[in-house]
């Protein structure tokens, strides 16, 4: 039995890859950071598909909260095999509007929290000699989004990151990929009007936005024993918007 720990899992991608790793037999640890309601529900309703799950508090923008959030996902689910890089927040606007504040904010959950996680994950993982991380970018952190600067900075970061660490501890027997969506209907859409949606699925080859459903196949896919040979890649799943 394998261990999946999933941040920012109380809704959307993150909340889909937690279905996905429990319907494919994995215990499964979700995080969250405010919405411990929906990440409690969650976590009862994929018990029944047989596996543990449990729902735990951290903002992964916090380093010591998420070596306790490691310490508590242990002690409750025993070690960790796969670590999926969710949790994310985007900023649109004017990168000469953007305060200190909000670009420390962005940068601290998006690129930092992602290289927290990964630094706690990998002593499990090194030592065992086995692991899987996957890390969720964004296709603006592959070619860049007008208004999302930050965003972009951070994504573009996240693949450096996958990149560098799969060469780090490829040796050691731990895999690291990315996957990079593309424009996925979750909250993070909330903002976006009927026009602008239009207009990004006239953008898309497949002529459709993504879903959570979308994204979480090819995280689960990533995490697999059938993904053995693949490491230190970005799996763009973008419906051809960016290619
Ligand atoms: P979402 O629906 O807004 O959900 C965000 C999730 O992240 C929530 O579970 C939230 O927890 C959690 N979260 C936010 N900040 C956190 C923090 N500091 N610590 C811990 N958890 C935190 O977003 P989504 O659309 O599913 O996006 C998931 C990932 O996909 C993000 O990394 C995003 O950048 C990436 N992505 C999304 C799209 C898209 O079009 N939707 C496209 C490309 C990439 P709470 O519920 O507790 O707030």
Same mark, same amino acid.
């Given at each position: ?74 002690? !409750?689910? %025993? /070690? ?6 969710? *949790?994310?927040?985007?900023? +649109?606007?004017? #990168? &000469? ?44 952190? !592959?070619? %860049? /989004? ?6 972009? *900075?951070?994504?573009?970061? +996240?693949?450096? #990151? &996958? ?46 936005? %993504? ?33």
């Amino acid at each position: 039995m394998s261990t999946v720990l999933i941040t920012g899992a109380s809704r959307g991608i993150g909340a889909q890859c937690a279905i996905a790793f429990a319907k494919a037999g994995y215990d499964v640890a979700l995080n969250y950071r405010r919405n411990a309601e929906m990440a409690s529900a969650l976590a009862k309703e994929i018990q029944s598909f047989g596996v543990r799950a449990i729902a735990v508090q951290a903002d992964v923008a916090d380093s010591t909260q998420v070596k306790r959030m490691f310490e508590d996902v242990r002690a !409750e689910l %025993g /070690a960790i095999n796969v670590l999926v890089n969710n *949790a994310g927040i985007s900023h +649109v606007g004017l #990168l &000469t509007d953007m305060t200190d504040d909000e670009w420390r904010r962005l940068i601290d959950t998006d690129l930092s929290g992602t290289f927290y996680c990964c630094r706690e994950a990998l002593f499990d993982m090194i030592r065992a000699h086995s692991g899987v991380i996957v890390n969720i970018a964004s296709m603006w952190g !592959e070619v %860049g /989004a007008s208004c999302e600067a930050a965003y972009s *900075a951070a994504k573009a970061g +996240v693949i450096g #990151l &996958t990149k560098a660490l799969a060469k780090e501890v490829g040796p050691s027997g731990v895999r690291v990929n990315a996957v990079s969506p593309g424009v996925v209907m979750t909250d993070m859409m909330a903002d976006f009007s009927e026009k602008d949606v239009a207009a990004l699925k006239d953008d898309t080859p497949l002529m459709r936005l %993504g879903s959570p459903e979308d994204i979480a196949d090819a995280v689960l896919f990533l995490a697999s024993e059938k993904a053995r040979f693949i490491t230190g890649q970005v799996l763009s799943v973008n419906g051809g918007m960016v290619i």
